[in-house]
Each structure stands twice: as C-alpha cells, then as structure tokens.
C-alpha cells in the first residue's frame, strides 16, 4: 500500500484507547464462549480492519494482540475445548500502512486461525463482502472497526461498512471521534470533509448539536435502520470519542452492555484501587442502574408482561439482564407474579436470552401492582 499517506503512530497509548481495548476484551471475553456453544454457529470470525501495528511504543498491547490473546484464553476454557476440532475462531487483521503490517506480523504470527493483510480498509472489506467465510450465515462475524486516531480520513466509502453490519450474523464495535464531529458543525475544523461524508451517511443535519446530542441521534440512526445500537462514552481531555455497538442479534447486545457495565466498575476499581469503600461503590453503581431500570420499568408492567417480553424491554432500553432480575427481586414485594407453566418456579423471575428464545414458552407474567398503580 505504498500510495497511502505516512500517519503519525502514537507512541503512548491514551487513556481513552486503554479503555476502549478494555470494552472489546470484556465483549470478546462474555460473547465468545456462547458463540462457541451455540448450536446454530459453525465458525466465529473477528475481524480489524484498521489493526494498527499490534503494540504501542510504549509496550501496551494493541487491539489485535488482545483479541489474539482473549480467543485463545477462551479457547482454553474446558468447555469450551470439549467442543474444539468441531469450530474454529478466526481473527482476520488489516493494516494500510506497510511498516505498521509487518510490525503486526513480527507481533502475531499468520497461520491457519490468524490472516494478516496490508491493504486500503475499503479495499479489503470488500474482498470481505464477496468471501463465502464472511457471506455465510452460519458464521458469526465480530468486526472491530477502529480507523481514527493516526488519521482523520481513513474511511473513504462508508457505504461498504453500511453492506458490513447489514451482513448475516454481522455485529462491530465502531469507534468515532464525535468532539471532531462536531467542531466541523460549529465551524472551527479546516479539514470537513470525513466529518461531513459521516454525518450525510447517517443522515443527521449539521446544525450546532453537544457531542452528547450528535452521539444520541448516531446511536437513534442505526436503531431506525434496524440495529441494536449502544454507545460507551470516552474522554481525552476536553473531547468526547465513543465507541458503537451495532449488531443485529439480541444476545450480543445483552453481552455489550453487560461488558459495558463490567468496565465502568473496573475503571472505577482502579481509579480507587486503595479506597476501602471499593465493594460499596460497585454496589451504588449497581443499585443505581437498578433504581434507573425500575423507573422505567413500572409503568411498562402496569399491564401483564411475560419474562421474554421484559428481556427485550431491558435490551431495547440498554439495561442488562442481569439488572432487569436484580430490579425484579428488589420490587417482588409490588409485583403480581403469575406461573404460566407448571414447572415454573415462584422466585424465578427468567429474564434472560436462555428463556427468551423463540423455542422457549413465556415462563412467567407480571404486574405492578405498588404505589404507582
Ligand atoms: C486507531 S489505529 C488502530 C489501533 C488499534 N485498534 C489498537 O487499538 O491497537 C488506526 C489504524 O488504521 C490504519 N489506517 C488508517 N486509515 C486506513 C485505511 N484507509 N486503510 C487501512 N488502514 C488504515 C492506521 O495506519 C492505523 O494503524
């Protein structure tokens, strides 16, 4: 690829890029072994196409070598290997710049489970869409899709990322640098123009909007087209970069949002590494996503609503399932519970993926039935 521009590598992993490795970790990490287990998946592909060069100067660890090294961490795990030989999980990296291409390979060897390419991302998403490992709809695809940072300009053709998500058993993590966005808008950037092919792809108007407002109407853009869609929220200093989920499956975006939560507490956790008070702050955090859900959650069950039409009422509003359970035993004393089937438990609330599927009768009904009513 020798006709695209030199950029200039960061020699010192940012807070912010630490954090948004962290989030694909824990996605990978939760996501992976389900995927794994699951009847319906023959193969999980992961794919970079902005890998960058695998490690930092300073010594941190790049996205490819934490995805390399999470795959094989999960491989390993002794349910996971009983199933071994039968699936494979493949991790394809993409890297424009020559120099940082073969730094990636000194890095992670190219071998069967691992594809390393030096080549334009448009170029090689492409090839992507027309290779039957990424068409087929027994494979899950994973993509990581990371182009900011070294240059403002890497994504040339945002309608190829458009045919990307809408593959089968397609879901990425997308990350966009909004504060850039947004000084386009207001007028103070020079250098527009990817600023302005992002905004007319999404269709969102250019008038003055906060980063948190350009980010809600990203976020409102993708679920119009269908998606589950989340944002994770980054700060370097004064500007604001997020990171997108946007899947079309219901699990994975339990699995982000559960990886979301995960990371907010760890980040607090290191923030507090010496506080005694560290198991207390997790709880408030906990209990506050909890009181936020019940919140919502009291006039949707006014009505009777099944255990599934609960899990996807938590999903659809960015709450995990483990919240949505926690919020149910924290209110089972305002709460008519009605057992649908005979096996059905009396404390068992089922609001997770397992008893959501089409396959699963509704288990249980419930309604509010405490102050509010
Ligand atoms: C933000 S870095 C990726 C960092 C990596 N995800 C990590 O966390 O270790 C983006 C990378 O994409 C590469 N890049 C930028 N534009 C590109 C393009 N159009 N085609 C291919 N690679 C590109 C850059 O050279 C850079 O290495």
Known sequence: MSDMKMLNPEDQVQEHSKLKIKLYEKVLEGHLPVLLLSKSIRNVIVCEPFAGPG???????????????????????????????????????????????????????????????????????????????????YNQKFFFIDPFGYSESSVADYSILS?????????????????????????????????????????????????REISNEIVESFRKDGFFCYDFELSAGSNKYYIYYIGQHMYGADKFIAAKDKVIISEREEKDKYSLFLEMEKEIYYDWMIQEFIKILTPFIIEFRTNKEIYDFAIRNGFSSKVANEALKMCKNDITVDLLIDKAKKHCFYVNWCNFKNSQPAKIRIKWKGKNE
């Open 55 to 137: 490690r930092y100067d300073d010594g941190t660890e790049g996205s490819p070598v934490v995805a390399r090294n999470t795959i094989e961490k999960v491989k390993n795990h002794p349910t996971v290997k009983k199933i071994e030989g039968q699936k494979q999980v493949k991790l394809y990296l993409n890297e424009g710049v020559k120099k940082f291409a073969e730094k990636l390979s000194a890095e992670i060897n190219d071998s069967e489970s691992v594809k390393i390419v030096n080549n334009k991302a448009d170029d090689f998403l492409r090839k992507c869409l027309q290779h039957r490992e990424f068409i087929s709809a």
């Open 163 to 211: 045919d990307i998500f809408h593959l089968p058993q397609s879901e990425s993590m997308f990350f966009i640098p909004v504060s850039h966005i947004q000084r386009f808008i207001s007028g103070e950037s020079k250098q527009g123009e990817p600023a302005r092919k992002f905004l007319e792809w999404r269709g969102i108007r250019q008038s003055y909007k906060s980063p």
